[in-house]
Every structure is written in C-alpha cells, then in structure tokens.
Nanobody, 114 residues
Framework: HVQLVESGGGLVQPGGSLRLSCAASGFTFSTYYMNWVRQAPGKESEGVAFVYFGGGSTYYTDAVKGRFTISRDNLQMNSLKSEDTGLYYC??????????????WGQGTQVTVS
C-alpha cells in the first residue's frame, strides 16, 4: 500500500534552515509528482513545490523561490521566515496542476519559525 511519512520539522529562528524528508513507498515513482503542501494557521493549504519523478523537473511557488530546494526525498528550506510557519505535507499527484488536487498524503510535519 502507498505510504508517505514526513519528518524533519521543528522550531527554528527566522533566517534558519530545516530539511524535511518524505519516505515514500508503495507506488510507481516514475509516473508521479511529489509535492510539498503547507497549511498555515487560519489559512487554506497551498502548494509549495513539486518534483516530477519521471524527469526531475521542479517548480516552486513564488513565496519560496530561491530559498527552498526540492528533491525526490527532501525539501531543503533556507532563509526561513515567520510566514513559512505551518504544517507541511508531502503529497503525490499525477499532474503538475495543483488545482486538480492530490492523491496520497503523509501525516504532516510541523514547521515553526519564531
């Protein structure tokens, strides 16, 4: 069965770094996009970045461009800001269109920048 397990969240000061990991298993990686989605307190969830397993292409939302780096298993977050605070999920999708939603989700890992 499909399983996504995030780790690496925590409390960090503004300007600091965290590395989130997503241990994924149970599906054919080459046909999927791996996404990181975050939900800040009182806000809707938003896509942060994705990587396409089939070819390695990546995408970042403007708010994190130049600060975050996504790979198949990790999300490296540098120069963190208070507005990056939230619950971070890794989630799979079959397209690069976040409006079409996500398939499988992990349980989430909390990132607090303060």
């Amino acid at each position: 069965h499909v399983q996504l397990v995030e780790s690496g969240g925590g409390l960090v000061q503004p300007g600091g770094s965290l590395r989130l990991s997503c241990a994924a298993s149970g599906f054919t990686f080459s046909t999927y996009y791996m996404n990181w989605v975050r939900q800040a307190p009182g806000k809707e969830s938003e896509g942060v970045a994705f990587v396409y397993f089939g070819g390695g292409s990546t995408y970042y939302t403007d708010a994190v461009k130049g600060r975050f780096t996504i790979s198949r298993d990790n999300l490296q977050m540098n120069s963190l800001k208070s507005e990056d605070t939230g619950l971070y999920y890794c989630a799979t999708s079959l397209t690069d269109n976040w409006l079409r939603g996500f398939g499988y989700w992990g349980q989430g890992t909390q990132v607090t920048v303060s």
